[in-house]
């Protein structure tokens, strides 16, 4: 036997496997370089002006379903509707727009389109059958032109009346069902050292009472024709007069330190029994749920006195802002997909205190107050869209200036307050013949 041939042979299959070792190596090197190397999914900043402790849970359901499906959420929270609006747009002019932007749907989606800020969202809209399963009044505030622009996420009302029930039945009252009967009940409650209405120190906050109390002495239809039509007869008669009248009335029984809170602020004094009600939105209701509260039992829920059969809608929704990036807006449609996510639905509404932007849930998961939102609102002739939704920017500013001077000063009469309301409605007009 040649061994020298043999140990030759061995020795170039040795350098053989050694370097086939090293290909195969290489080619695992090659492999997971290759999977390393594939573009992690964008960052997804979600500018929004949620900050209270319901508002920050429900948003949690909509942030942990998107991750779980991969996407990155970069949260971005402002202090307040306003401040976000600015941030956004300062941004989007800059030319470093956030991918997602909460947004009301009310009068000025027009306004971020025709200056090219914003995506539609079709792509997501138009396959999902958005038109069938949310409400025409909805679908109509995120449409402009045919196509949609918002993800709405949550219905709220503006014009919820809320009560600590053992501090009503500890004083021998029940829910006012007028306002005429809350003035009756205020005296009675700060004899007992009880505010008989929690309210915040803000305009919009005085702004809501005001049109809750609007729907009670004009009655819906005409508050409706006021919005729809900006009827002005609406503000120049006596029914208008009478809620100014009632509304400095009620401003003499909400404690006397109101201006330094906030909503959320208010709605804790409610929870602690230090005030007996609250009119707020149904955002509220999400502080009531996380203090351990239970509707129908600890804390009780109505429309506003005179309201009964008309429910102010506030819509939720974001907006996604044009992006230059193509993998970026995949996961913007990702995350519009994931707000109107009917299980999303369900469970935001259950914890943010709202009613879900679909009719095709599941009732039986939410509770009395969300159920009986959308018993009211499943009628067309009980929705309306209040002043927040309606007004362009600078006749809302106007309206809030006016009535929070009214509320806090008192400083004018009715009659003036009336007049200078129907003269900032007219302003309005102008703004509707300009377009």
């Given at each position: 036997?040649?061994?020298?041939?043999?140990?030759?042979?061995?020795?170039l299959?040795?350098?053989?496997?050694?370097?086939?070792?090293?290909?195969?190596?290489a080619?695992?090197?090659?492999?997971?370089?290759t999977?390393?190397?594939?573009?992690?999914?964008?960052?997804?900043?979600?500018?929004?002006?949620?900050?209270?402790?319901?508002?920050?849970?429900?948003?949690?359901?909509?942030?942990?379903?998107?991750?779980?499906?991969?996407?990155?959420?970069?949260?971005?929270?402002?202090?307040?509707?306003?401040?976000?609006?600015?941030?956004?747009?300062?941004r989007?002019?800059?030319?470093?727009?956030?991918?997602?932007?909460?947004?009301?749907?009310?009068?000025?989606?027009?306004?971020?389109?025709?200056?090219?800020?914003?995506?539609?969202?079709?792509?997501?809209?138009?396959?999902?059958?958005?038109?069938?399963?949310?409400?025409?009044?909805?679908?109509?505030?995120?449409t402009?032109?045919?196509?949609?622009?918002?993800?709405?996420?949550?219905?709220?009302?503006?014009?919820?009346?809320?009560?600590?029930?053992?501090?009503?039945?500890?004083?021998?009252?029940?829910?006012?069902?007028?306002?005429?009967?809350?003035?009756?009940?205020?005296?009675?409650?700060e004899?007992?050292?009880?505010?008989?209405?929690?309210?915040?120190?803000?305009?919009?906050?005085?702004?809501?009472?005001?049109?809750?109390?609007?729907?009670?002495?004009?009655?819906?239809?005409?508050?409706?024709?006021?919005?729809?039509t900006?009827?002005?007869?609406?503000?120049?008669?006596?029914?208008?007069?009478?809620?100014f009248?009632?509304?400095?009335?009620?401003?003499?029984?909400v404690g006397?330190?109101?201006?330094?809170?906030?909503?959320?602020?208010?709605?804790?004094?409610?929870i602690?029994?230090?005030?007996?009600?609250?009119?707020?939105?149904?955002?509220?209701?999400?502080?009531?749920?996380?203090?351990?509260?239970?509707?129908?039992?600890?804390?009780?829920?109505?429309?506003?006195?005179?309201?009964?059969?008309?429910?102010?809608?506030?819509?939720?929704?974001?907006?996604?802002?044009?992006?230059?990036?193509?993998?970026?807006?995949?996961?913007?449609?990702?995350?519009?997909?994931?707000?109107?996510?009917?299980?999303?639905?369900?469970?935001?509404?259950?914890?943010?205190?709202?009613?879900?932007?679909?009719?095709?849930?599941?009732?039986?998961?939410?509770?009395?107050?969300?159920?009986?939102?959308?018993?009211?609102?499943?009628?067309?002739?009980?929705?309306?869209?209040?002043?927040?939704?309606?007004?362009q920017?600078?006749?809302?500013?106007?309206?809030?200036?006016?009535?929070g001077?009214?509320?806090?000063?008192?400083?004018?009469?009715?009659?003036?307050?009336?007049?200078?309301?129907?003269?900032?409605?007219?302003?309005?007009?102008?703004?509707?013949?300009?377009?």
């Amino acid at each position: 036997m040649d061994t020298s041939r043999s140990n030759a042979t061995d020795d170039l299959h040795a350098v053989q496997r050694l370097l086939l070792g090293v290909l195969f190596a290489a080619a695992g090197w090659l492999h997971s370089g290759t999977a390393a190397a594939q573009p992690a999914p964008p960052s997804i900043e979600v500018v929004h002006f949620w900050e209270s402790g319901g508002e920050r849970a429900a948003l949690d359901v909509v942030q942990h379903t998107f991750e779980s499906q991969g996407g990155v959420w970069k949260d971005r929270m402002t202090k307040g509707n306003d401040a976000s609006r600015k941030i956004v747009l300062d941004r989007i002019v800059a030319g470093y727009p956030p991918a997602a932007m909460q947004w009301h749907a009310g009068s000025d989606l027009r306004d971020i389109v025709e200056m090219g800020a914003v995506h539609d969202i079709n792509d997501v809209a138009m396959p999902d059958g958005w038109a069938k399963t949310v409400p025409k009044l909805v679908m109509d505030r995120i449409t402009y032109q045919g196509k949609v622009y918002l993800a709405p996420i949550g219905i709220h009302a503006e014009n919820w009346f809320w009560s600590n029930s053992r501090v009503l039945a500890d004083a021998g009252l029940k829910v006012p069902s007028s306002w005429a009967e809350f003035l009756k009940m205020a005296p009675v409650l700060e004899k007992r050292g009880i505010v008989p209405l929690a309210i915040g120190g803000g305009d919009w906050e005085a702004e809501i009472l005001f049109n809750a109390i609007l729907v009670s002495t004009v009655g819906k239809d005409a508050f409706r024709r006021l919005l729809d039509t900006n009827d002005l007869s609406v503000l120049r008669s006596p029914q208008a007069v009478e809620a100014f009248r009632i509304l400095g009335q009620v401003s003499r029984h909400v404690g006397t330190s109101y201006r330094k809170h906030s909503w959320s602020d208010a709605t804790a004094e409610v929870i602690a029994g230090r005030a007996a009600t609250q009119l707020m939105g149904d955002w509220a209701k999400g502080e009531f749920l996380k203090a351990g509260m239970t509707p129908g039992k600890q804390f009780d829920c109505h429309l506003a006195p005179g309201n009964a059969d008309l429910y102010q809608l506030v819509i939720d929704a974001f907006a996604f802002p044009v992006v230059n990036n193509p993998a970026k807006h995949v996961w913007q449609s990702k995350l519009a997909r994931t707000m109107v996510d009917p299980s999303v639905q369900v469970r935001f509404s259950q914890l943010k205190g709202s009613i879900p932007v679909r009719n095709d849930v599941d009732v039986s998961k939410l509770d009395k107050c969300a159920r009986l939102g959308m018993q009211v609102v499943g009628k067309p002739e009980n929705q309306a869209l209040p002043p927040s939704m309606r007004l362009q920017f600078n006749v809302r500013a106007a309206m809030l200036a006016l009535v929070g001077q009214f509320f806090h000063e008192g400083n004018i009469s009715p009659e003036q307050a009336a007049e200078r309301l129907a003269q900032v409605f007219s302003q309005r007009n102008a703004n509707m013949a300009a377009r």
